[in-house]
């Protein structure tokens, strides 16, 4: 009897594939790190064939470090970092160019120019997608590339060329071209979805230049995809679930009701407020988006993204060297404690919500003759529940309710002290779940929704635990002076209103 569910989990930085029982208790992992190209300031690129390659790695290892066969996986799941563009040669499946990362800010003038020539161009944008004309999206990205590599705008209009999110790379190669499809939440994020009437939209096509023949079938995020290639992992395996790596993150936490919040702290920062049936457009630069798609009807969810969160930590660790492993932090900044003059802006490809600023670059502010390693190690903490801040205060900007519980997952939620300082600036109770790789266990819990392992979304809620509950011990006149030094130092690298 199959009994187990890998989820591949493919992320900014590494690859990662776990495999969960049916109660969503983690069995076994591998992850694999592949490599950060950065050609010039402010791109972001990754190789997707060394993404394959870490994906094929993973789901191997796992199967062998838990002595798994395929025929006790019942399905697989993915989940992806978004906004990633791959265009890929139909015939052969090899990319025409490195995979521009959604950190990518090299079509910051492109977007620029769009709005300068149509005034109209953001409105229309937002209204359709529920997204901004932003560098961070896919469409800018894979105009680029069929601009920039010969030959390869015809190629995409005569229909040899396919476009997708790495989700949709994956599959492709997984199921040996047989299947070229996306799924619902990925395809909100590329700028080019018509998230109302959930099918590509030609108004967005023509504006980003990018032919209708390359999109992938866009699926709902529970569905049938395919399977793999038998000789890949053993047999055919169904791959039965996909969502972007936020909205996956949601679901595993059990955020199924309008008005639940979560947020993920991984490479980026993401915050995701279940709006239920309603598609909000925000006055403050937040995302409406696709929360997830089951048997054809929609949440929306709206979304503030963050693009530094983890990736300040690993700068500390790979970029100055101040630390020499992430599990160091906690240690040193509890040593400093969270009043020590010192701010970090880490605005390293530019700023996101709300700002939405490409051009602003990462800062240390405050800097003393007494500042040691530890006040720049805790800076580098306190900046991602500073930005949270930044979120919450525009949702609620937006008409969403005091937010009382926030439940948060991704790798830096392990750590306590980043956790109680959340939830002391943004005074608001925290939960921390059992497990916090959620995004990966939303993807698992999409696929077994699909083969029929849950019954419904209520069951699935009923698997959610709560490890830890952090409440706020923050004065309030302590909290507005720390985040008023924060809003201070965020001015001062902003270059645009």
């Known amino acids: 009897m199959s009994q187990y569910i890998l989820s591949i989990d493919q992320g900014t930085t590494s690859t990662r594939a776990i495999l969960f029982d049916t109660q969503g208790n983690i069995v076994d992992s591998a992850q694999q790190e592949f490599t950060q190209f950065f050609p010039a300031d402010g791109w972001v690129e990754h190789d997707a064939e060394e993404i394959w390659d870490s994906t094929l790695t993973v789901c191997r290892e796992v199967m062998k470090k838990s002595d798994t066969s395929a025929g006790s996986i019942a399905a697989i799941g993915i989940t992806n970092q978004r906004e990633?563009?791959?265009?890929?040669?139909?015939?052969?499946?090899?990319?025409?160019?490195?995979?521009?990362?959604?950190?990518?800010?090299?079509?910051?003038?492109?977007?620029?120019?769009?709005?300068?020539?149509?005034?109209?161009?953001?409105?229309?944008?937002?209204?359709?997608s529920g997204l901004l004309v932003d560098p961070y999206f896919s469409a800018t990205k894979v105009a680029w590339i069929l601009d920039e590599v010969d030959g390869a705008r015809q190629r995409a209009e005569q229909g040899e060329l396919a476009f997708g999110t790495v989700d949709s790379f994956l599959l492709w190669r997984l199921t040996g071209g047989k299947s070229h499809k996306t799924d619902a939440t990925n395809a909100s994020r590329t700028n080019l979805f018509n998230i109302h009437l959930q099918d590509w939209d030609d108004r967005l096509l023509d504006l980003f230049k990018v032919p209708r023949a390359m999109l992938p079938e866009v699926e709902d995020s529970a569905a049938d995809f395919?399977?793999?290639?038998?000789?890949?992992?053993?047999?055919?395996?169904?791959?039965?679930?996909?969502?972007?790596?936020?909205?996956a993150a949601l679901i595993g936490q059990a955020g199924f009701k309008p008005g639940m919040i979560k947020s993920t702290y991984g490479t980026g920062c993401f915050?995701?407020?279940?709006?239920?049936?309603?598609?909000?457009?925000?006055?403050?630069?937040?995302?409406?988006?696709?929360?997830?798609?089951?048997k054809g009807e929609v949440t929306y969810g709206?979304?503030?993204?963050?693009?530094?969160?983890?990736?300040?930590?690993?700068?500390?660790?790979?970029?100055?060297?101040?630390?020499?492993?992430?599990?160091?932090?906690?240690?040193?900044?509890?040593?400093?404690?969270?009043?020590h003059g010192v701010y970090m802006v880490p605005a390293f490809t530019g700023l996101g919500a709300p700002y939405w600023d490409p051009e602003a670059r990462g800062a240390l502010f405050g800097l003393t003759r007494d500042t040691g390693i530890k006040a720049i190690v805790a800076a580098g903490l306190q900046s991602v529940a500073y930005q949270t801040k930044d979120l919450i205060v525009a949702m609620q900007a937006d008409g969403a309710?005091?937010?009382?519980?926030?439940?948060?997952?991704?790798?830096?939620?392990?750590?306590?002290?980043?956790?109680q300082f959340l939830s002391d600036i943004l005074d608001v109770e925290v939960d921390r779940p059992e497990v916090i790789e959620t995004t990966a266990l939303g993807a698992a819990y999409l696929a077994g929704l699909q083969v029929g392992i849950y019954n419904s979304l209520e069951e699935i809620a009923g698997l959610w635990h709560c490890q830890r509950h952090f409440t706020p011990q923050m004065s309030a006149s302590q909290r507005a002076k720390l985040y008023d030094g924060w809003i201070n130092a965020v001015q001062r690298v902003r270059t645009m209103d």
């Open 84 to 128: 990633t563009a791959i265009v890929w040669d139909r015939a052969t499946g090899k990319p025409i160019h490195r995979a521009i990362v959604w950190q990518d800010r090299r079509t910051a003038a492109t977007c620029l120019q769009l709005k300068k020539e149509n005034s109209h161009a953001e409105q229309l944008v937002q209204s359709i």
């Open 226 to 247: 395919g399977e793999t290639l038998p000789e890949l992992l053993g047999s055919a395996i169904p791959i039965a679930g996909i969502a972007g790596d936020q909205q």
């Open 271 to 294: 915050m995701i407020l279940n709006t239920g049936t309603r598609a909000l457009t925000s006055e403050h630069r937040l995302l409406s988006t696709v929360a997830y798609r089951l």
């Open 302 to 339: 709206l979304e503030g993204s963050i693009f530094i969160a983890g990736a300040a930590i690993q700068w500390l660790r790979d970029g100055i060297e101040l630390i020499e492993n992430a599990k160091d932090t906690e240690a040193m900044a509890q040593e400093v404690g969270v009043d």
């Open 401 to 419: 309710e005091q937010t009382t519980t926030l439940r948060v997952d991704g790798g830096m939620a392990a750590n306590n002290w980043v956790v």
